[in-house]
Nanobody
Framework: QVQLVESGGGLVQPGGSLRLSCAASGSRLNINAMGWYRQAPGKERDLVAQITSAGLTDYADSVKGRFTISRDNAKNTVYLQMDSLKPEDTAVYYC???????????????WGQGTQVTVSS
């Protein structure tokens, strides 16, 4: 059974930094893209950043130059380094991964439980 477990959220002042981590667990995972989405109250869940298994990255315009996504394939883990945080970055951040397993060979999307990031003075 595939699980994504996130960590690293919290409260930070404007201009501060946070680092989110998301580890995928399960047996014999074949992980394709991994990414981070966020959802603010009353808004839709939007893509923040994503990274392919080859290391190609893509970012939402609103976070370019401030956020950096990376992954450790040996640990099945994706990270989101968030710098120069702004109040408008406040949201629940969700990890996402596209994964196939021997018992579920057609790749599907999995989600973490979400971690709250609050940027406030």
């Amino acid at each position: 059974q595939v699980q994504l477990v996130e960590s690293g959220g919290g409260l930070v002042q404007p201009g501060g930094s946070l680092r989110l981590s998301c580890a995928a667990s399960g047996s014999r995972l074949n992980i394709n893209a991994m990414g981070w989405y966020r959802q603010a109250p009353g808004k839709e869940r939007d893509l923040v950043a994503q990274i392919t298994s080859a290391g190609l990255t893509d970012y939402a315009d609103s976070v370019k130059g401030r956020f950096t996504i990376s992954r450790d394939n040996a640990k099945n883990t994706v990270y989101l380094q968030m710098d120069s945080l702004k109040p408008e970055d406040t949201a629940v951040y969700y990890c996402n991964a596209v994964i196939a397993t021997p018992t579920a060979p057609i790749r599907r999307s999995y989600w973490g439980q979400g971690t709250q990031v609050t940027v406030s003075s």
